[in-house]
């Protein structure tokens, strides 16, 4: 099968890892190094910087264009829907170190709310009515005060030494290189400004900004990962596939096209989904929604632009539920499958991937819900076994995985049939104490207390108690519920015939569902499998420290 680095054209990561090095060599060694910078698209400069570095790449900034840095800025310094002055610090320091003819270029092209946002969140200016009045400044008021170079303003500047310095430079050059009039209006316009104004207006005209860079803010991020009927939605997908699929180009950049390599490290490479590309002659419109998906996700879990591990994990995700998606409305038929690859946006077949996933996430839920699959107060799982207690709690994260300790997402429909059975398994469990033999979670605490079980009320689960139970009917002991009397302990094989399905499924008198029958039958067999692999066959009577089964405990 190909790689997706094979399918799509794709550098491998490490030739990619070396290229921004490069290109910044390159550029810096062109004869006219301002303009082949400036030729880079914003984009290509803003990753270009990160992959170099901030440190290094300071030498790119003083040959970018505004447009370049602002692009930068627009990435880099907001959080949601909010400016942060911690990120943007940096930059200020960066713009700093320009020549003053860069200087200036930037601070006359630059979004002027940022600038006045930090300024206005960061100092307090105070003047008298006359200059030969003493100025008023507030108790409580910083102590770090300085006159601006015209000796119009008092700057009452932040505690923090280094941020009230930055600031100072800031103000100091504004006057050096903008000249006093200029520095004054500027100092003016952001004394009388509210902050909420300026933040607002700065957000609206960054949003605009990144759209043409196919980013979007995260509320519309949040559109991906819609719960949507996944009956109704597969059925759609699977006819829509006449119209042809208008794909909007995007940016491809490395960092985004590295990602996409990158998923021939994980499980995703053998999927449905990259063998069904295989076949598909132009791959490019779903490569660009690949991109686009990736880049959505890391903007909705609050990835920064410039973060590897973050857009690998999202386009791991978009790969994922791309084929979940894909598997569940082609029901494998390679023909249906290709033509939805084609005909249909590859975000439906995300959005009913997550769909599927939050469905097993609600089943778990309801069994949580119910409060019969504990003893102990404190663990709500205790009667579940290591694996069904993992595959539950994956299933309750926010975005539910395979399993608590998986590494990976669920990547397709296998997975999700696997979480089903666990969910099936478990509903069998209650379905097996409450409707067969009557019993609550407080009867099966009743019992491990009452017999001072050896090994303790945290290794009692349903299924080492469905074993004792079974066998001590199968050898018709009075009272099944009571595990310990005097009776000498059974021998393996009575035990293993006493768990066998058909034991199981005589205790229900009414008829059932064929598929809630071979839930039964499934849970007989994972008895016997515990059994197997707890009581050596060589031993008639096994060790009670390598078991678990209650029946083959013994008292000290």
């Not at 911690?86 to 630059?110: G, M, R, S, T, Y």
């Not at 209006?185 to 949003?207: K, P, Q, V």
């Not at 998923?263 to 132009?282: E, H, T």
């Not at 303790?456 to 080492?464: A, K, R, W």
Request: aromatic share 8%; net charge negative; proline share 5%.
């Amino acid at each position: 099968m190909a790689h997706f680095s094979e399918l799509f054209k794709l550098d491998d990561r490490a030739t990619l890892a070396k290229k921004p090095r490069d290109k910044m060599d390159a550029l810096l060694s062109n004869p006219n190094t301002s303009e082949a910078v400036q030729a880079l698209d914003p984009i290509e400069f803003y990753d270009l910087y990160h992959a170099v570095g901030p440190a290094d790449a300071m030498v790119l900034v003083e040959y970018a264009s505004p447009e370049q840095v602002q692009t930068c800025l627009d990435l880099d310094i907001w959080r949601g829907d909010q400016m942060s002055d911690e990120q943007l610090a940096p930059w200020v320091e960066q713009i700093l170190a320009v020549p003053d003819d860069k200087f200036e270029e930037f601070w006359k092209n630059l979004d002027p709310e940022i600038m006045a946002l930090y300024l206005h969140r960061n100092i307090h200016l105070y003047m008298a009515e006359d200059k030969n009045d003493e100025v008023d400044i507030p108790e409580g008021e910083s102590k770090n005060i300085a006159q601006t170079p015209d000796f119009t303003y008092w700057v009452a500047y932040p505690e923090d030494a280094d941020k009230a310095e930055l600031l100072r430079q800031l103000i100091d050059r504004l006057y050096a290189v903008l000249g006093i009039e200029k520095a004054w209006s500027t100092l003016e316009g952001m004394h009388f400004e509210l902050e909420t104004d300026l933040e607002e207006t700065a957000y609206h005209f960054r949003t605009e900004r990144i759209r043409e860079f196919g980013f979007m803010p995260r509320d519309e991020a949040a559109a991906i990962f819609a719960n949507v009927n996944v009956e109704k939605e597969a059925e759609n997908i699977r006819k829509a596939v006449s119209a042809d699929l208008y794909v909007q180009p995007y940016p491809a950049t490395s960092k985004l096209d590295a990602s996409l390599a990158k998923v021939d490290d994980s499980p995703a490479v053998d999927s449905y989904f990259a063998r069904i590309l295989s076949q598909v002659s132009n791959l490019e419109p779903i490569k660009i929604q690949l991109l686009s998906i990736a880049q959505q996700i890391a903007t909705f879990d609050g990835y920064q632009p410039h973060e590897d591990q973050g857009f690998d994990d999202s386009m791991l995700l978009a790969v994922s539920y791309a084929n979940i998606g894909l598997e569940y409305s082609s029901q494998h038929e390679d023909e249906v499958a290709k033509r939805i690859l084609i005909h249909t946006p590859l975000k439906k077949l995300v959005t009913l991937g997550y769909s599927l996933t939050l469905e097993l996430q609600r089943r778990a839920k309801i069994l949580i819900s119910r409060g019969t699959l504990s003893i102990i107060e404190d663990q709500p799982m205790s009667l579940l076994t290591t694996p069904q207690r993992d595959a539950i709690e994956g299933l309750l994260i926010d975005r539910p995985r395979p399993g608590a300790s998986a590494l990976t997402p669920f990547i397709s429909m296998n997975d999700i049939k696997n979480a089903a059975a666990v969910i099936a398994d478990v509903a069998t469990r209650e379905l097996f104490f409450g409707e067969a033999l009557h019993k609550k979670r407080d009867d099966i605490g009743l019992l491990a207390f009452k017999n001072d079980l050896i090994q303790g009320v945290e290794n009692i689960s349903f299924d080492n108690v469905a074993i004792t139970w079974l066998t001590r009917k199968a050898l018709k002991y009075s009272d099944p519920w009571d595990v310990f009397m005097t009776d000498e302990l059974p021998q393996r094989d009575a035990v293993i015939q006493a768990i066998q399905p058909e034991n199981i499924l005589a205790l229900f008198k009414s008829s059932m569902p064929a598929s809630t029958t071979a839930a039964l039958t499934r849970f007989a067999h994972q008895l016997i499998a515990l059994v197997d692999e707890t009581w050596p066959v060589s031993e008639k009577y096994p060790d009670p420290q390598l078991v678990n089964a209650i029946v083959i405990a013994t008292r000290d």
